[in-house]
T-cell receptor, first 114, second 113 residues
Framework: GAVVSQHPSWVICKSGTSVKIECRSL??????MFWYRQFPKKSLMLMAT?????????EQGVEKDKFLINHASLTLSTLTVTSAHPEDSSFYIC??????????FGPGTRLTVL | GESVGLHLPTLSVQEGDNSIINCAYS??????FIWYKQESGKGPQFIID?????DKRQGQRVTVLLNKTVKHLSLQIAATQPGDSAVYFC????????????FGAGTRLFVKA
């Protein structure tokens, strides 16, 4: 089946630093990818839609200057958490559609901000 | 606004019994529904899906039922096994929404041996 990878799988950083998370579709191309965040024992919350070759579309309440998204190629989207703070600590998950609607999810990235 | 929710946050079943996990959705425009399984520390894993022109779909040991009249979705797992223990999410998407997938609150399934 379709495979989506994320890197790194976990990261610990100091408050005020920026962290980049990569999402790759390994065996298919994706013009659109999605970024979610998940707090412990909570559901996945959609943050933004990453569009190859154009600007990302952010969900209401998500700061676009805080969470920078770049979709540089048909197999790679990156999420950069800028000036991270402890409240940004979360599990970040990306997904990519193989066809128009079936989403395949990455394994997630655990971010801990000290 | 759009929302997908679950009635039961936790479900405990005996190994070998059948499990039923329920979900309610509110967006009438949703035309595609998916059940995902998530194990601790991992991303969601696709289980089964159903489109709005169907009311039932079966997979291996799993069945999804869709009742559009009351906007209700359920996942049935037959002969539940310890390996089925996880959090299950229903999710919805709509063609008009750019195929964004919106997740429900999730149900944690415990399987007792």
């Amino acid at each position: 089946g379709a495979v989506v990878s994320q890197h790194p799988s976990w990261v610990i950083c100091k408050s005020g630093t920026s962290v980049k998370i990569e999402c790759r579709s390994l065996d298919f191309q994706a013009t659109t990818m999605f970024w979610y965040r998940q707090f412990p024992k909570k559901s996945l919350m959609l943050m933004a839609t990453s569009n190859e070759g154009s600007k990302a579309t952010y969900e209401q309440g998500v700061e676009k200057d805080k969470f920078l998204i770049n979709h540089a190629s048909l197999t790679l989207s990156t999420l950069t958490v800028t000036s991270a703070h402890p409240e940004d600590s979360s599990f970040y998950i990306c997904s990519a559609p193989l066809r128009t609607d079936t989403q395949y999810f990455g394994p997630g990235t655990r971010l801990t901000v000290l | 606004g759009e929302s997908v929710g679950l009635h039961l946050p936790t479900l405990s079943v005996q190994e070998g019994d059948n499990s039923i996990i329920n979900c309610a959705y509110s967006n009438s425009a949703s035309d595609y529904f998916i059940w995902y399984k998530q194990e601790s520390g991992k991303g969601p894993q696709f289980i089964i899906d159903i489109r709005s022109n169907m009311d039932k779909r079966q997979g291996q040991r799993v069945t999804v039922l869709l009742n559009k009249t009351v906007k209700h979705l359920s996942l049935q797992i037959a002969a539940t096994q310890p390996g089925d223990s996880a959090v299950y999410f229903c999710a919805e998407s709509a063609n008009t929404g750019g195929f964004k997938t919106i997740f429900g609150a999730g149900t944690r399934l415990f399987v007792k041996a």
